[in-house]
């Protein structure tokens, strides 16, 4: 099927409506370039031109996203992977790639598969309006498979920290895998989570502890608590003042 068509008429309206028919699609759903204005001929013979158009199908960001991978997974020697649009809510892409060779595209704790979802994010946004798309890829049951993990990591992290009354840094992680420990966390009792660590190195810390998340965090994070001390300091010399 043609995506893009160039024609010509006597009008602008005409030129649009025969590229219309050469894509086999509505005009409501066709972007139109004006490449060139009709001109009439001068005393009815001379000189004149043809209005001319270029028109190509509307594609959305999600389809996009999905061309892009398709692109890319070809590139890779994977293009036997199958690759569909899953629906979702609004503003939102789901991706499902699925076949034998799925484990090729997913990376150590699925950094491939982070990496590409990021690329599928900057091409299914970068239409020059204001749009957000958030992209996210599904390599077989992987997502699946490490929110399990994950959740099962933060349990076993709780209890160790619980049971040696000391905090727990787990490894860096991404900042959807930090709220899965985090989402696991607080829902037992006796241990509290938060998130240290700037930009790679951004990890969660787990503490033990049955007061409130803010208190255990001032017990156990030096930065945190200096950050306090130093607030509640600068307030009491504001009332001073005041």
């Known amino acids: ?68 991978l398709k692109e890319v997974l070809y590139y890779m020697g994977l293009e036997s992977l199958n690759v569909e649009l899953v629906p979702g809510e609004k503003d939102e892409c789901n991706i499902d790639i699925n076949g034998q060779e799925v484990k090729n595209i997913v990376g150590k704790h699925g950094e491939t598969l982070d990496a590409l979802q990021y690329l599928c994010s900057i091409v299914a946004n970068n239409t020059g309006k204001n749009c957000h798309c958030k992209v996210r890829l599904n390599a077989g049951d992987y997502r699946e498979r490490r929110k399990k993990s994950l959740e099962a990591l933060a349990r076993r992290m709780a209890y160790r920290a619980m049971e040696t009354n000391e905090k727990i840094e787990l490894e ?47 017990m156990y994070d030096k930065d945190f608590s200096e950050r306090v001390d130093s607030t509640n300091k600068q307030e009491e010399n504001q009332e001073i003042e005041d």
Not at 35 to 58: C, H, I, N, T
Not at 189 to 200: L, M, R, Y
């Open 1 to 68: 099927m043609l995506k893009e068509a160039f024609a010509s008429d006597e009008t602008v309206a005409l030129a649009k409506q025969k590229a219309c028919e050469m894509l086999g699609a509505e005009e409501k759903d066709v972007d139109f370039e004006v490449l060139q204005m009709p001109e009439r001929k001068r005393l009815g013979f001379f000189g004149g031109r043809l209005a001319q158009v270029r028109a190509f199908l509307k594609v959305s960001p999600e389809e996009r996203a999905r061309d892009y």
């Open 172 to 218: 860096p992680m991404r900042a959807y895998e930090r709220k899965i420990i985090h989402a696991t966390v607080c829902s037992m009792d006796g241990a509290h989570s938060w998130s240290e660590g700037v930009d790679n190195d951004r990890h969660v810390v787990i503490a033990p502890g049955n007061k409130s998340r803010y208190e255990v965090r001032y």
